[in-house]
């Protein structure tokens, strides 16, 4: 059996009950082994009739029956609030061509969709071109998690195309190196 490196957990130092508490920094380097897809999660500003949207690589199936996915935002995200206000969103699952798309959605400011091309999903949101597949949504519960909020949407539109997906692996973006099946 493998020993337990004195690293992973740092002592409680408040005096509370002395419970272990696990050290922020390594826990980012620990569970970015990992590998995730990543996602822009896109709506249109209810007031301006902008695209808006934001990046985020912690996107999950919940539920067929009913039709539910999952997502985090930061609670201190300055676009989940314009998303949210929009109604119903997409949420866009990125190609490994895409990691510009990600850098872009993934900056502060409101040059998001600067040069980026998109189509309409059935209510309108934005769904970018390109992107491996789309799942159009709508807030079904919000819970608040640390420092960011879980995000459970219904699903009410979607598609899929044939594309490799871009993946977040270790603090790096990258592509599958598996053969695909045909």
């Not at 004195?6 to 009950?17: E, I, K, M, N, S």
């Not at 808006?52 to 539910?68: E, R």
């Not at 819970?143 to 219904?154: K, L």
């Amino acid at each position: 059996m493998a020993s337990v490196p004195d690293q992973a957990v740092r002592t409680d130092t408040d005096g509370g009950a002395g419970l272990p508490e696990v050290d922020g920094q390594l826990m980012r380097q620990v569970l970015g082994h990992f590998a995730t897809g990543v996602v822009a999660v896109t709506g249109v500003h209810p007031e301006t009739g902008e695209p808006t949207g934001l990046a985020a690589n912690s996107f999950t199936s919940v539920s067929l029956d009913p039709p539910l996915v999952a997502f985090c935002v930061a609670q201190t995200s300055s676009s989940w609030p314009l998303v949210r206000a929009s109604g119903r969103f997409t949420i866009n699952i990125l190609a490994e061509a895409q990691e510009h798309i990600c850098r872009q959605m993934a900056a502060r400011g409101t040059e998001k969709f600067r040069g980026l091309s998109w189509d309409p999903s059935p209510s309108g949101a934005p769904v970018l071109t390109g992107t491996v597949a789309w799942v159009e949504a709508e807030i079904e519960d919000e819970h608040q998690a640390g420092d960011h909020t879980i995000v459970v949407a219904r699903v009410r539109h979607l598609h899929a195309t044939d594309q490799a997906p871009l993946l977040f692996f270790r603090g790096r973006y990258g592509r599958l190196s598996a053969a695909r099946a045909g």
